[in-house]
């Protein structure tokens, strides 16, 4: 939960309601440990970090899966995700990392707001392969060497760069000489660009014409649809250990939906705050009333 807006919350939920200690307010650790217990939760649902462990398979994230999953594990070279922001790229890229086999070595560039160098250096030092110099041709013979010894070893390795939108055409180009590192018959490293819509617009461009030819594999993610939104939050709910107690009422997941236009990142924020609305109320079932407090108070913050 974002303190900014806890904070409000737990003035505007909180002051006159039946959650306050004594006189004073309660401190939001000790509230939030007390809503899980009440909704017979281990961890909070609804947590806006990337984490693998909630990821939900909609129709359209088991697609995307298999696709980056399909392209690194048949050395397809360039691989690309477009999705708009908060629909699960980051928490997709680091579901397949951990699903590869012990076979493949990986890399994960999370902010690529860098030059070629410090680019090349940052892969090397994820790959753990040292890095003593910031020579660029030297560099790019180390990762060569590194890349020959894996794939003489049976070994495959892929890099996957996050917020591919934001990498400068240079740092692009760099990339593309990288995919020329190969064998006759392998790509020797896999790399997956993964990125917002803006990266569509970026590849488009005419110098970067030799790059968008060589991406073999393309996905796509879009929002949920109001269905998944559902099946996303009671999943979420049952990882956190929801046991079927809680959850929300058909009108909540519309009311959800409708706001959020089914961005994961924005359903959590709502849900979230929604669980609290809930709580204030004492009520395990979230309704269409807690979802609306919820809204109103990330009113001009979603
Ligand atoms: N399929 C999913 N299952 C479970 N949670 C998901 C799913 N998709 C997204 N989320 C959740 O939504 C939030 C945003 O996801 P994530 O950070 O991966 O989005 P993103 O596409 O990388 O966003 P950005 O464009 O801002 O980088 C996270 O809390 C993540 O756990
Ligand atoms: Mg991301």
Request: charged letters at 20%; a neutral charge.
């Given at each position: 939960?974002?303190?900014?807006?806890?904070?409000?919350?737990?003035?505007?939920?909180?002051?006159?309601?039946?959650?306050?200690?004594?006189?004073?307010?309660?401190?939001?650790?000790?509230?939030?440990?007390?809503?899980?217990?009440?909704?017979?939760?281990?961890?909070?649902?609804?947590?806006?970090?990337?984490?693998?462990?909630?990821?939900?398979?909609?129709?359209?994230?088991?697609?995307?899966?298999?696709?980056?999953?399909?392209?690194?594990?048949?050395?397809?070279?360039?691989?690309?995700?477009?999705?708009?922001?908060g629909t699960g790229k980051t928490t997709l890229c680091r579901a397949v990392l951990r699903t590869l086999p012990n076979d493949v070595e990986s890399a994960l560039?999370?902010?690529?707001?860098?030059?070629?160098?410090?680019?090349?250096?940052?892969?090397?030092?994820?790959?753990?392969?040292?890095?003593?110099?910031?020579?660029?041709?030297?560099?790019?013979?180390?990762?060569?060497?590194?890349?020959?010894?894996?794939?003489?070893?049976?070994?495959?390795?892929?890099?996957?760069?996050?917020?591919?939108?934001?990498?400068?055409?240079?740092?692009?180009?760099?990339?593309r000489l990288l995919s020329n590192l190969e064998t006759d018959q392998d790509k020797l490293m896999q790399i997956v660009l993964a990125g917002q819509p803006e990266l569509e617009n970026r590849l488009g461009r005419n110098e970067l014409r030799q790059l968008r030819q060589r991406i073999m594999v393309s996905a796509r993610l879009e929002p949920l649809g109001r269905k998944d939104t559902g099946y996303y939050i009671s999943h979420r709910l049952k990882v956190a250990g929801a046991n079927g107690d809680s959850g929300f009422d058909s009108s909540a997941v519309a009311a959800v939906y409708r706001t959020s236009h089914g961005l994961p990142r924005l359903v959590n924020k709502i849900c979230d705050l929604a669980l609290l609305a809930g709580y204030a109320d004492r009520s395990r079932i979230i309704g269409r009333k807690h979802v609306r407090q919820a809204i109103s108070e990330l009113e001009g913050v979603i």
């Open positions: 939960m974002e303190l900014a807006v806890a904070d409000r919350l737990a003035g505007a939920f909180l002051s006159g309601s039946r959650l306050r200690a004594g006189s004073r307010l309660m401190p939001l650790g000790r509230l939030i440990a007390m809503y899980l217990d009440f909704y017979g939760l281990k961890e909070q649902p609804f947590n806006i970090t990337p984490d693998p462990r909630f990821l939900v398979y909609t129709d359209g994230h088991r697609e995307a899966f298999d696709s980056l999953l399909y392209g690194i594990k048949s050395r397809k070279g360039f691989i690309k995700m477009v999705g708009e922001v560039i999370l902010n690529p707001a860098m030059d070629e160098i410090q680019l090349v250096s940052a892969i090397m030092q994820d790959l753990g392969i040292p890095v003593y110099c910031n020579d660029r041709m030297r560099l790019i013979n180390l990762l060569n060497a590194y890349l020959l010894d894996q794939n003489r070893a049976g070994r495959n390795v892929v890099v996957v760069i996050d917020e591919a939108q934001n990498l400068p055409p240079a740092v692009m180009e760099q990339i």
